[in-house]
């Protein structure tokens, strides 16, 4: 889900907000029988909130694409509409993470002319100022090690009195810009989005539209003792655009592609998804993401300098440039990308536990995308290489989730659920076809082998 929310305004990547969910399988969101909890209630350390209506009202094989008219009984409490387009004005001071974005060139150009400027002092030295000057630098050996030692020390120095409790989970986390600034850059972005995405917003009228604004307010409702859930507008968008994808913008943007809606089987997949997203925004995933990608980006600084100070020709340099560039996208970059999907997934099960939802659904989800990229011959990349989990294993990884998931739903007093696992429902349907596929398979097979048979008989 490219709602792991660092934005391109935040970390530079214009691609971050790409499909990231692939191309999915195209079911119609049938609005499965859903009753949830009508009354609040406090259970221990914990509480558990109920929307006045249920999330979707008992009705038979609901389906999002051909839906007339959906009841009225939702209210989306803290969800509200936007009719127009805002934009910025003209001579608004840039907001210091922007203006880091948009130096970040100039710093490494001044670091390769740095590099390249010692390299080529070094090589002008006469042989005998070079021997005088190693004699120096190992004289003065201990005085070096101590200016290099403090250097570093002023390093983490920095890095822990930077350091904030992450909202919900209680994880440190580096924070390097004021979050007032992020939001004046959630805003900028929100316009950016707003433009590409003017002609293809579905009006409020629209069932799609109805279906996410409901989802979005029980979530909210259902988790409004979170101050970061009650406090925070979020307003919905729709856009129609094939893409599998949805994402939250930091302040509280939520915005949805009809693709998704036509990949999710049910209401409880879309609860789980939504709230996942939610989860990015509340655990204020992009200020983490943009800080530590520009922690890093000002270390790097230090060894691109070095790189090309040290290598004899650029073209060296050049090579040690990109494998350092690509050292630092696959040490820290992508798997760090990787621990904020797995903590929203985490989060955003106990927010859609919370309200009520199925959570089983979830990893069925992230299976029935793994089928649809092996049915469309989709090439299976390493983890490693993404910023997001395979879908095999975020599958694993929710199902390990699942109980305490739903012992939190159990605290909050929801309705038992009742019919078979969802899991165990896609593990049958999935051995059916496999099944089905043999069978086709040996009818094939036997039908070329009598053809043949008759051939040869006809030959002969």
Request: some cysteine; charged content about 20%; aromatic content about 10%.
């Amino acid at each position: 889900l490219s709602g792991n929310t660092r934005n391109w305004f935040l970390t530079g990547n214009p691609n971050y907000y790409g499909n990231s969910f692939g191309k999915g399988p195209r079911h119609l969101l049938n609005v499965v029988n859903t009753e949830l909890c009508k009354n609040a209630h406090h259970i221990s350390a914990r509480s558990c909130f109920r929307s006045s209506q249920p999330l979707v009202e008992k009705s038979a094989s609901l389906q999002i694409s051909s839906l007339v008219q959906l009841p009225n009984c939702f209210s989306a409490w803290n969800a509200r509409i936007i009719r127009f387009f805002h934009v910025s004005p003209s001579f608004q001071a840039a907001p210091v993470p922007l203006f880091w974005i948009i130096i970040k060139p100039a710093q490494k150009l001044f670091a390769i002319i740095l590099g390249r400027s010692i390299r080529s002092w070094w090589k002008a030295l006469p042989p005998r100022k070079r021997e005088l000057f190693k004699e120096s630098a190992r004289k003065n050996k201990w005085k070096i090690l101590l200016s290099v030692s403090s250097l570093g020390v002023l390093f983490i120095v920095f890095y822990f009195t930077h350091l904030e409790e992450t909202p919900i989970t209680g994880r440190a986390r580096l924070l390097v810009f004021g979050k007032e600034h992020f939001r004046e850059l959630s805003q900028m972005e929100y316009d950016m989005w707003m433009m590409e995405f003017k002609n293809k917003m579905l009006p409020e009228t629209d069932a799609r539209y109805q279906v996410v604004e409901r989802v979005v307010g029980h979530l909210s409702e259902s988790n409004k003792d979170i101050p970061q859930v009650s406090q925070q507008k979020w307003v919905i968008h729709v856009v129609e655009e094939p893409g599998v994808n949805a994402f939250v913008l930091p302040n509280g943007q939520v915005f949805v592609f009809t693709g998704l809606l036509n990949a999710v089987s049910d209401i409880h997949q879309l609860s789980f998804i939504l709230g996942h997203e939610i989860a990015h925004a509340v655990l204020e995933h992009a200020v983490k993401k943009a800080s530590l990608v520009h922690f890093l980006d000002f270390l790097s600084l230090i060894f691109l300098t070095m790189i090309w100070a040290i290598c004899p020709r650029d073209s060296l340099a050049v090579v040690g440039q990109w494998i350092q560039g690509k050292l630092q996208e696959f040490i820290f970059d992508r798997p760090y990308s990787r621990t904020l999907e797995a903590e929203a997934d985490k989060v955003g099960l106990q927010f859609a536990a919370k309200a009520c939802v199925d959570v089983r659904a979830s990893s069925v989800f992230w299976q029935q995308m793994e089928l649809a990229e092996t049915i469309q011959g989709q090439p299976k990349l390493p983890e490693w290489l993404s910023t997001h989990p395979s879908h095999e294993n975020r599958a694993e990884h929710l199902d390990r989730l699942i109980p305490e998931a739903l012992k939190v739903r159990e605290s909050c007093n929801c309705p038992s659920l009742s019919g078979p696992d969802p899991r165990l429902i896609f593990r049958l349907n999935m051995q059916h076809l496999l099944e089905s596929s043999k069978d086709q398979q040996t009818q094939n097979s036997t039908k070329q082998d009598l053809t043949k048979s008759k051939l040869d008989l006809s030959h002969t």
